[in-house]
């Protein structure tokens, strides 16, 4: 089963930008679409991203739309996060996570579709 390890998080001023990393092993990562869902103190985990196996198709929160961006690079098993104009709300652990399908174009946006999660980054954003 795949192992996800999310990188990049950080302490970064409003209006800033990271890019966050989530490196796949013992798995075959072009089987698994992907999602990114953060969790700030206090609230439920919230689905942020998702990108589908190939990297055609993607959807996004409604909260991170036009600032965010997420990616794949199946060459190397990773796939990203890109953060920009960052706000305070932002602030969050951010999870990786990986759901198997036989679908180049399926995405999913519920968390308990995934079976497979990082073990979190952690992202803060100061005023």
């Known amino acids: 089963q795949v192992q996800l390890v999310e990188s990049g998080g950080g302490l970064v001023q409003a209006g800033g930008s990271l890019r966050l990393s989530c490196v796949a092993s013992?798995?075959?990562?072009?089987?698994?679409?992907m999602g990114w869902f953060r969790q700030a103190p206090g609230k439920e985990r919230e689905f942020v991203a998702a990108i589908s196996r190939s990297g055609a198709s993607t959807y996004y929160a409604d909260s991170v739309k036009g600032r965010f961006t997420i990616s794949r690079d199946n060459a190397k098993n990773t796939a990203y996060l890109q953060m920009a104009n960052l706000k305070p709300e932002d602030t969050a652990v951010y999870y990786c996570a990986a759901q198997r399908t036989y679908s180049n174009s399926r995405i999913f946006t519920d968390k308990s579709t995934y079976a497979y999660w990082g073990q979190g980054t952690q992202v803060t954003v100061s005023s």
């Open positions: 013992q798995g075959t990562f072009t089987s698994y679409a």
